[in-house]
């Protein structure tokens, strides 16, 4: 099985089979940018 299709491509497909895959992505990223946010300031501000 070779598939050399880019990431991007089996995202895509991905969220074409699971409607509502790209919200729970892009959800999921945006929770870790803020926890990883808030960790920072937390170690700027010690």
């Known amino acids: 099985m ?3 299709r880019s990431p991007a491509a089996v995202i895509e497909t991905i969220a074409e089979q699971l ?3 790209r ?3 892009r959800d999921n ?3 870790d940018l803020y926890a ?3 960790r920072a ?3 700027l501000t010690l």
Request: glycine share 12%; with cysteine; aromatic share 0%.
């Open 2 to 4: 070779s598939c050399h």
């Open 19 to 21: 409607p509502g895959l």
């Open 23 to 25: 919200e729970r992505m």
């Open 29 to 31: 990223a945006e929770r």
């Open 36 to 38: 990883a946010g808030t």
């Open 41 to 43: 300031a937390q170690e």
